[in-house]
């Protein structure tokens, strides 16, 4: 991460704990790492991003619809979906530091680095040449970059190739060759590449010669898989369908850091899209391009998105792709989306025996579908949410100012209602205000401080729209509506409120 980056990050970290968007697990007792609570801002942002997703899939689709499955499932459900086996991260330690790394990432972090020095160069060039500057053709023919671009392509293939048939050894071997140091101690001094299952377990039952080993699922996705008869029967469902699902996942991940990017416990928004075989590549393209325009419609630039294909495809994906997001460490993986083929319900099948397929009626056959799936992580969206809306500022007199320009539909508090001064009355005309304002938007009350520094505190958590009640409202029932952004203010009637809020938070007007 760059200096810059990391500043930036450590400032939007400490500003969520300080205006209660999210909060260390189990602070008191010096936290749980790589957990995390939301808290009264927080948790209203998660929700309304929920919201978004669900409203967006489900309401907005009719043909797809949501489930909410339980967390618990039988442990044979793992076997079939190839998590007992195939589960798990590559960990190399290192002996001086005693820190434990994922072979891959530091293998992927080297590659990155080389990646620097590329862009570095195609930047040293398009300075010099200017508007004349063709980068592809640059790309192509600069020796240097031609050199650099092989090394990373001979690296990336042995690299999977050795993942592919296990050799662990070779995976250590590379590490070595290239030469990657542990960045606490700078040493070479590794042990063996080993796999590292990260599904969580415990027993269920209460006497243990009954107990079962049952996992904390890892992800949401089978739980509509091993749903899918259910729902298509009850549901009268006709292919293509969706069943989508938001709930918690759990990971026993290694190095958990980078806040809420990766947890040990974090939610999925998830959903399986049923389709017939031959179909799932124009449905991949499809749901590539309808999950992306779901991101920009935020008002979120362009920019700040990129899709990255995979290279190496799970053994039962016939496609893949991320959609990354430029967080304040840089471009990472926001969002999956896959055509896994019918890996997954012809393997319940075989494991349970029963018949997960669909009839037909127009050419009178039954099959397995396929499957393609889109695949977010709520905290993820999240931080990415937070990380683009966090913005100092330095105001025209010269004060500063922190502001969440978070997207208005998403923010936790749409409007906030201020009295002028709490006496003559302004206080209970403000208190009545945000009574008959509380039915419709997430609304907070506040008359403590100066006006100033109430603006600051709503700014601080992204509260598009303040509401001032002064003298003049006591004589003619107006109000002063301030903007967030803009900090631009206007005087609209009390009853108006309601009408000029909903249109600007609506997301359908972007
Ligand atoms: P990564 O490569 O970053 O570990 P993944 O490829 O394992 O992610 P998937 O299994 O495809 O992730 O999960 C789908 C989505 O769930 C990811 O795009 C991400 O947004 C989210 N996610 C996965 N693991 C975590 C985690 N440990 N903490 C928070 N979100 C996660």
Redesign the pocket.
Known sequence: MSTKGEDVFRKIVAHCKEYGFIFQSSEIYDGLSAVYDYGQTGSELKKNIMDYWWKSMVQYHENIVGIDSAIFMHPTVWKASGHVDAFNDPLIDNKDSKKRYRADVLIEEYVAKIEDKIEKEVEKAASRFGDKFDRNMFIETNPRVVENKQKIEQIMSRFVKSLEANDLKDVKALIEELGIVCPMSGSRNWTDVRQFNLMFSTQIGSLSEDASLVYLRP?TAQGIFVNYLNVQKTGRMKLPFGIAQIGK?F?N?II?RQF?????E?E?MEMQFFVKPGEEKHWYEYWKEHRMKWHTALGIPASKYRFHDHDKLAHYANAAA?IEFEFPFGF?????I?SRTDFDLASHQKYSGKKLQFFDPVTNESYVPYVVET???L??MFLAIISNSYNEETLEDGSERVVMNIPPALAPIKIAVLPLVKKDGLNDKAREIFDYLKYDFMCQYDEKDAIGRRYRRQDAIGTPYCITIDYDTMQDNTVTIRERDSMQQDRIPIEKISEVVAKRIDIRKR
């Open positions: 992800e996942a990971r991940e958990a809420i990017f990766r947890m040990r974090f999925q991320d990472k993986e926001l969002e999956g896959h695949s977010i992580g905290d993820r």
